[in-house]
């Protein structure tokens, strides 16, 4: 199988070591910031079995489809956050290119770990073959299936990036208020770290030296999720919230 991977960023690049892992070998780059191109009229190009997109997108659209354009009968596999109906979009203007939308769920600092151990596996194609297609890709992997419509695909992705700030904004502020009214946050938390109907992640004030969600993928997703009308009021204030804290207090890096 002849693999091209555009953009050569965390993504990208975890996704190369994860599918060389796989034992899948023949590959090639292209991500022109990076010097690595790939002609769309190229031989590598008319070979391609299978298309990454990888680019990070700040506004979940779809930026570059230039060699999408010439994966016609062909699988591509969309792995950049995107905006609700931003795939079905792109499937509407290339009706011959086999379209599925693939989210990553990965942290930064364990990223190719999470990759080939993932908790679940999502795909979103408006023709579920595209979806089985694309999964013959990581048929190595554990990790649960869902085989849903773009918009549900999409939608998982903004919301398991958008979720974890919610709790880090509402953590944060009540940490501020223990302190200035002298009470153990430690110890207000502790119950909620053993409570079975409240997972203890996200309540720990301060990360990397500094305090808030940082990183490429937490505040980009809240601003994708802000478009929508979901939400809008509590996420505006966890936004607030949250760019405040990152301003106070930047974390190391």
């Given at each position: 199988m002849n693999i091209i991977i555009q953009g050569y960023g965390m993504v990208g690049s975890t996704l190369h070591k994860g599918l060389k892992t796989l034992g899948h070998i023949h590959f090639a780059i292209h991500d022109p910031y990076k010097g690595l191109v790939v002609s769309p009229n190229s031989d590598r190009m008319n070979k391609a079995d299978v298309l990454f997109y990888c680019v990070n997108e700040k506004d979940g659209r779809i930026t570059d489809g230039t060699l999408l354009e010439k994966m016609v009968g062909k699988l591509v596999i969309i792995k950049t956050?995107?905006?609700?109906?931003?795939?079905?979009?792109?499937?509407?203007?290339?009706?011959?290119?086999?379209?599925?939308?693939?989210?990553?769920?990965?942290?930064?600092?364990?990223?190719?770990?999470?990759?080939?151990?993932?908790?679940?596996?999502?795909?979103?194609?408006?023709?579920?073959?595209?979806?089985?297609?694309?999964?013959?890709?990581?048929?190595?992997?554990?990790?649960?299936?869902?085989?849903?419509?773009?918009k549900e695909a999409e939608l998982i992705k903004l919301v398991s990036n958008t979720y974890p700030l919610i709790k880090l904004a509402f953590f944060n502020q009540l940490y501020d208020f223990c302190v200035k009214k002298g009470i153990s946050y430690d110890r207000v938390i502790a119950p909620q770290l053993k409570n079975k109907f409240n997972s203890g992640a996200y309540m720990e004030i301060f990360n990397k030296g500094g305090r808030g969600g940082g990183g490429k993928c937490l505040p980009k997703d809240l601003d994708i999720l802000l478009q929508s009308d979901i939400g809008r009021e509590i996420l505006s204030g966890v936004k607030t919230v949250n760019d405040d804290l990152l301003a106070k207090y930047p974390k190391k890096r």
């Open positions: 956050t995107l905006n609700v109906g931003e795939t079905e979009l792109i499937q509407s203007i290339l009706p011959g290119v086999k379209i599925v939308f693939m989210p990553e769920f990965l942290r930064e600092d364990t990223a190719l770990d999470d990759m080939l151990h993932p908790d679940h596996i999502v795909y979103g194609a408006v023709e579920q073959e595209y979806s089985e297609a694309a999964n013959e890709i990581f048929i190595g992997l554990s990790g649960v299936r869902y085989y849903v419509e773009p």
